[in-house]
């Protein structure tokens, strides 16, 4: 009896240490796929995230900003975007939203020099969003010029992946001349692609572009 449950135990641990290295064969042979099952669950998760964010933002304006109701969605989100980050490491979506819950929201643990890591880690790979963010708190939070040096390099970086509200920004510094050489024709430029990425900010751009047309009429 002893006999027979002991090669029913060496049958259990070999068939298991079988369908382990059928998986890493698998893994190894199909590296796409894992990626993509990887890839996917971390979006999943990142998904989970906003979606609370977008529920806090819903209601954040009617109540108080340390308001408890808000705890469990916010450290809901926050687990999310770090289990996101925990399964695929590269993600540069979780990094943004993570870093920029540590700037704008009163979540349990935040840390406004994690959050700047994170969103310098995540401009650094490319994130538009995150580049984007990058500038404007470079701009905005900080007084030195060479801060507003790293702003304008990260705001470009972000109008290069044509993103809208940093193509916004970047028309309404080209439009008043600060930090670079006043270019009407740049600025225009600048508020028609951003017009033209998203239908929300057609109203408020196509108005300033006929303004930009305007002094381009006077001043030539």
């Known amino acids: 009896m002893l006999a027979a449950s002991a090669r029913r135990l060496s049958a259990a641990a070999s068939s298991s240490s079988s369908s382990t290295r059928v998986s890493q064969l698998a893994a190894a042979l199909n590296p796409q796929r894992w990626m993509h099952d990887r890839n996917k669950k971390a979006m999943e998760l990142i998904a989970k995230g906003w979606s609370a964010l977008q529920e806090v933002d819903r209601v954040i304006d009617y109540a108080d900003h340390n308001d408890k109701r808000l705890i469990p969605l916010l450290r809901g989100a926050k687990e999310n975007f770090e289990l996101a980050l925990e399964i695929d490491n590269d ?109 929300s900010f057609s109203h408020r751009i196509s108005r300033t572009c006929w303004s930009c047309y305007c002094i381009w009429i006077l001043t030539s």
Not at 151 to 180: M, W
Request: with cysteine.
């Open 91 to 199: 993600n540069t979506h979780a990094r943004y939203w993570l870093g920029k819950m540590h700037f704008k929201y009163h979540v349990p643990g935040a840390c406004k020099a994690v959050g700047a890591a994170l969103l310098v880690e995540a401009a650094n790979m490319g994130d538009p969003d995150a580049q984007y963010e990058l500038g404007c708190r470079l701009r905005i939070e900080n007084d030195h010029v060479q801060s507003d040096q790293q702003a304008f390099h990260y705001i470009e970086q972000a109008v290069d992946q044509l993103h809208p509200g940093a193509l916004y920004l970047l028309g309404a510094v080209y439009l008043t001349g600060d930090c670079v050489k006043r270019d009407i024709a740049s600025a225009m430029w600048c508020f028609h692609r951003a017009s033209e990425k998203v239908s």
